[in-house]
């Protein structure tokens, strides 16, 4: 696990910072197991913001590899049944952040969005002390109903909002490298846009929640703050966002992206975008970063991505039976355990060939 958890961070940090210390990040060794101030000290070549914030605040060092986390097992998640499951393997995952392709802009984006998350959340909790939660005197007034025949509930803002513009800046502050910034390029400018993307996923879709005040419930008053969506909801959204990913080329300025076909309107700041098609994905190939969909396990009846026809690229699959441990007779114990044993239990599993 903990070999598993550093290639987690080595990965997240080649995402971070320009191409010339990337070698440098994956000799470090993992922040997940490393004080901050280590890292920092190990990391000379960092400049400009970043390199403040590593020095001054590690404590945000710390949440932004947090973040790194959460994003990196979204995608895990989002893609578990696809043939590019978002494996973390070094031979294989550096290269697919080489390229301009979908998987890559997906990387990117839920990257960024889970550290903004990260982030935001710390402030929420109160494990910052650079942040807490939202100013709700920021927020415009709400118009109170007049007094006479009035039905709804009076309501104002209040307690823990979430400061996602803090998240927010943080987030643009450590993915949105000084390296890129200025560059013309077309990979860093479809980088820095699925930065945005994932980011926006979460400033974009802020929900109300509110608390009633009154006697015996009866919501005379409601007080209500500003929280982020679940992640999950991020994830799902830009999976749908990937499905939909926009191809585009550079402009001849090479300042600006433009899409690719006719009659294709441009892509919005919360579209993922991409330059270069993606392989197949169905044989190991280091050289494109696929690591191949022999021995995946598939469902020999599902239609979808994760059926065998489709996972294992048409060469079949084997049935095999694993002994799998998990939970059972849970029981439930006033008040509020749920205990419940280790059992072995005999599955059939389809395997790709």
Known sequence: MLLFAEAQLRVFFCLLYPANIISLWWAVGSPLVMDPNSICRKTKRLAGRQAELCQTEPEIVSEVAKGARLGIRECQH???????????????????????IRETAFVYAITSAGVAYAVTQACSMGELLQCSCENALSRPPIPHPPASGAQAPVWEWGGCGDDVEFGYATCKQFMDAEGKKGQSDIKSLIDLHNNEAGRLMIKNHMRTECKCHGLSGSCALKTCWKKMPHFREVGDRLLDRFNGAFKVMGSNDGKTLIPVGHNIKRPGQQDLIYSAESPDFCLANRRTGSPGTRGRVCNSTAMDVSGCELLCCGRGHREESVNIQENCQCRFHWCCVVQCQRCTVQKDLNICL
Not at 78 to 100: E, V
Request: with cysteine.
């Open 78 to 100: 989002q893609f578990r049944y696809r043939k590019w499951n978002c494996t973390i393997h070094k031979k294989y995952f550096s290269k697919i952040l080489q390229q301009d």
